[in-house]
């Protein structure tokens, strides 16, 4: 293991993190003003690159609140990442528990590709094709 290392600035990623501090239902300091920027506060807009359907879909319904950003440098570009807090789904729009009424067990082996078995011991080997 060694003499233990300590952290120093310049090891260490450069990140910063900026708060939403408005409640729930009134105007966000950090929100999308359309799918491809995001406001940040004192940053003005941001491009985003990825998809953000589902994000911007879920603050607009009010499942999704925003409590900050964390701006990280990584590979010579500026990531930001969301921190925040969504609702539960309703519990009938969650999966049922017992959608599997049996257990299966799946076990690889070396001459046949899988042996899959479930509760009453019936096994059926898959071999390869």
Sequence with gaps: MGFPRFAAKARTAPSFRLRNKANPGETQSIRFTDPTHLRLPKLGHVEVFCPTR???????????????????????????????????????????????????GIDR???SLAVVADAQVNSSPCSRG
């Design 54 to 104: 589902r994000v911007r879909r879920m603050i607009d319904l009010g499942r999704f609140h925003v409590y900050s950003v964390t701006i990280t440098l990584r590979g010579g570009r500026w990531i930001c990442s969301l921190n925040g807090v969504a609702a539960q789904f309703h519990h009938e729009r969650r999966h049922p528990k017992d959608r599997h009424v049996t257990p299966v």
């Design 109 to 111: 082996g070396i001459t």
